[in-house]
């Protein structure tokens, strides 16, 4: 059986079709166009490429492929009251209309949820859905630690523990990337920017009740910038603040002996690679997987029908 997933994030159109006889998975994605020294697009402009770039992203993906049994798609950031961002309208309303014309359930989650499936396909534990299990889901709308519990209609229900409280990870990486003279999404070339520097400076997180604060490490990094520090110190620095206020995360707020990593900041080898280093259990999605993509929206609607 076929399933296809659809996400429409505020930096990616993708699609994905899961085929549940061969545990395969064909993906597709674009990002959405950005404009240099831009961080990002406006909602409005989200919803007019997604749009656009839909109807590709989806034949891409679907290839010869047909016989779709069900639809799963990311209609909110997180599973909670009041999630909403209107570029996620343009995959809900794709996937509506395909689950009329071809009479076939469409499943609802959220963008979190959908990240954290993709991680547990891309290192094969699918069976952490029905356990309990903590998850960092790091990217440029999250810095969350979460409690996932097994749901019955959720799948996953994922209770925030703890989150950072004022910047995301994700927006560090990118303010700080443009800051530099990069492309937006940053991530791919700060990490290759920041392999020429070193860990020259303290390192200092300050938290707001047990939560890290991350405008403090931008401020810093406008100053250092300033004061002609090289840009692969400054980026060594904010990919290490990130690495450091992560690691207090786990060791104040992880209750689980299993930790799942998921999001796009995560494909970065310089913030694994520490972590790695911690103890429990840690499961680290793979590289395409980590930032925003369908994979798991089509997961969640092959175990909606299935469970």
Not at 11 to 17: E, I, K, L, N, P
Not at 69 to 87: D, K, L
């Amino acid at each position: 059986m076929l399933y296809l997933g659809l996400d429409t994030s505020n930096y990616t159109t993708s699609a994905a079709v899961y085929d549940s006889e061969t545990g395969q998975v064909y993906m597709a994605g674009k990002l959405l166009p950005v404009k240099p020294g831009e961080l990002g697009v406006r909602q409005s402009d989200a919803l007019f490429h997604h749009t656009v770039q839909l109807p590709g992203v989806v034949a891409e993906a679907m290839g010869v492929r047909e016989n779709i049994a069900a639809v799963g798609v990311s209609s909110r950031p997180r599973n909670i009251e009041g999630s909403y961002m209107p570029c996620f309208l343009a995959g809900v309303t794709a996937a509506e209309i395909l689950g009329s014309v071809s009479k076939i359930p469409v499943h609802k989650t959220s963008h979190q949820v959908g990240h954290i499936l993709a991680a547990l396909y891309s290192v094969g534990r699918h069976d952490l859905v029905n356990t309990k299990f903590n998850a960092l889901h790091i990217s440029g709308g999250t810095t969350d630690m979460l409690l996932c519990t097994p749901d019955e209609d959720e799948i996953i229900r994922c209770e925030i523990v703890a989150a950072s409280a004022d910047l995301k990870a994700g927006q560090l990486v990118d303010r700080v990337g443009v800051m530099l003279g990069l492309k937006f999404p940053c991530g791919p070339e700060l990490e290759k920017l920041a392999t020429g520097g070193d860990s020259l400076i303290k390192i200092d997180v300050p938290t707001k009740n047990g939560n890290p604060c991350f405008s403090g490490a931008e401020n810093k990094c406008r100053k250092m910038l300033e004061d002609n520090v090289p840009p692969s110190i400054i980026a060594h620095y904010a990919l290490e603040y990130i690495e450091t206020a992560l690691m207090k995360m786990i060791a104040f707020h992880a209750s689980c002996d299993t930790i799942v990593f998921a999001g796009g900041v995560m494909s970065n080898r310089m913030i694994r690679e520490s972590l790695e280093k911690m103890g429990r259990e840690k499961l680290f999605a793979a590289p395409g997987y980590s930032s925003d993509n369908a994979v798991g929206a089509a997961i969640y609607a092959y175990l909606k029908e299935t469970k």
